[in-house]
């Protein structure tokens, strides 16, 4: 059965720093931020925003209402969970008025968590093939103001619907996937910043890459000439293709010239909005369909799922004929060219802020946030969501 993406938004906050003032602030060669780790601006999320409200807002962009009756399945891959014991998707489930004949869970396995989703999804589409499933992958990315993880920060969300006979991408049915127990990066549940030993993490996401690779190989008889792009998780845009490069001996000049071009062009979002962990490779997926004009129907896409910890997948998918016309490429450059910049001075006042964690109730500003659901306050321990336009 034909199973994969059949629409694809993301949501990022409306503001952001620029990282060649933010190096300038630090003391750093601002070409260490822009070439040496490969980012141009950085999300900073509000108070008024978390991973539900950026979730809810990249899937508002999306769904219609026949998604709305037909979605019995909610996915939520984060690692930026509000609670310990309630999912991140009931809350969605509502603000997006999904029917209620619905499953709504949150998944945990750092980045890696939305694509575990997928391939959850695609087995519920497999025994209910009028099903759809919506998949979600929200980050705020925090390691801490003057940290070395700083520059690589960020936020935002991406939304899936997953279905049978998906307009945008057909994934493949085989699937190469590791898990290793490693301590590359963790956020222990009393930390709302994360712990990273960020040279063993690039490390390992690279040997990750090759292992699964070399499985998807031995799997399939494909070669890196069966690939017009290949995406990857980005932590920062430098990084997938310290990856790719490992691999590119294996083919000709030509297949090192091609998935280099593409490269390119998946990371020009993720450049600008930073790393949103779940959402980060799927953000490159949508950074490659809506800035690469030379894709076509027919072209395999290679996708590396990377989440620390740590676990790993290499997996494919194919464009379908209809594919430009079911992305939302107007809205997200859109989204883009209404965002405000912020001085270095008021992102950290805005990292600063944060909501009480002793049962202070708090009412917040949400008139000065343009989302159209906010976090509108906290009461009795509870967050107050709100949907503008209900
Ligand atoms: N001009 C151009 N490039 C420069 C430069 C300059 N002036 N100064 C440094 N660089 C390059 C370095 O050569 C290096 O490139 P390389 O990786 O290709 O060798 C790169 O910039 C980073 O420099 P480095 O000294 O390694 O930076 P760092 O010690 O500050 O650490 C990270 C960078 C990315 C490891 C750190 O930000 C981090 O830990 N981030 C979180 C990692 C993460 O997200 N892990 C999750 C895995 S998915």
């Known amino acids: 059965m034909n199973i994969g993406i059949d629409k694809i938004g993301f949501y990022t906050p409306h503001t952001f720093i620029d990282m ?23 999300a900073v999320s509000p108070v008024t925003q978390d991973a539900v409200t950026l979730a ?9 209402k026949e998604d709305l009756k037909k979605i019995d399945f909610v996915i939520f891959g984060t690692e930026s969970g509000i609670d310990s014991s309630k999912s991140a998707a009931v809350y969605v489930h509502d603000l997006l ?17 939305a694509t575990a989703g997928i391939q959850l999804a695609k087995g519920h589409i497999a025994l209910h093939p009028e099903s759809r499933v919506l ?95 290949m995406c990857f998780h980005l932590p920062y845009t430098k990084m997938g293709m310290k990856a790719m490069r490992e691999i590119f001996d294996e083919g000709t ?9 593409h490269y390119q062009l998946s990371t020009i979002y993720n450049k600008n909005v930073g790393n949103i962990y779940t959402g980060s490779l799927y953000l490159s997926l949508i950074s490659l369909l809506e800035n690469d004009t030379s894709l076509k129907a027919g072209n395999r896409i290679g996708l590396f799922s990377y989440g620390s910890g740590a676990v790993g997948e290499f997996f494919t998918g194919t464009l379908q004929p209809e594919f430009r ?66």
Request: with cysteine.
């Open 325 to 390: 016309e079911a992305l939302a490429e107007a809205e997200h450059k859109n989204l883009f060219a209404e965002r405000e910049e912020v001085s270095i001075e008021k992102y950290e006042e805005i990292f600063s802020e944060v909501l009480p964690v002793d049962g202070t109730n708090l009412q917040l500003d949400i008139e000065s946030d343009p989302a159209t659901i906010c976090v509108a306050g906290i009461e009795e321990h509870k967050r107050l969501y709100v949907n503008k336009s209900r």
């Open 97 to 113: 008025g999904i029917q209620s004949s619905a499953r709504s869970i949150e998944i945990k396995q750092a980045c890696y968590g």
């Open 56 to 64: 809810a807002n990249a899937a508002l962009r999306i769904l219609d």
């Open 135 to 229: 998949v979600l992958g929200s980050d705020i990315s925090r390691y801490g103001l003057r940290s070395s993880g700083e520059v690589t920060q960020g936020a935002g969300a991406v939304a899936m619907v997953i279905s049978a006979n998906p307009r945008i991408l057909s994934l493949g049915d085989q699937s190469a996937y590791l898990t290793n127990d490693i301590m590359d990066f963790w956020r222990p549940t009393y930390s709302d910043t994360a712990y990273v030993d960020g040279k063993f993490s690039n490390e390992q996401y690279i040997a990750f890459f090759l292992n699964t690779w070399e499985q998807f190989k031995s799997q399939t008889d494909m070669t890196i000439a069966d690939f017009e792009a």
């Open 20 to 42: 060649v003032k933010l190096a300038e602030a630090r003391g750093v060669d601002p070409a260490k931020y822009t070439i040496g780790i490969g980012q141009e601006q950085m």
């Open 253 to 261: 000049e030509e297949d090192q010239k091609r998935l280099t071009d």
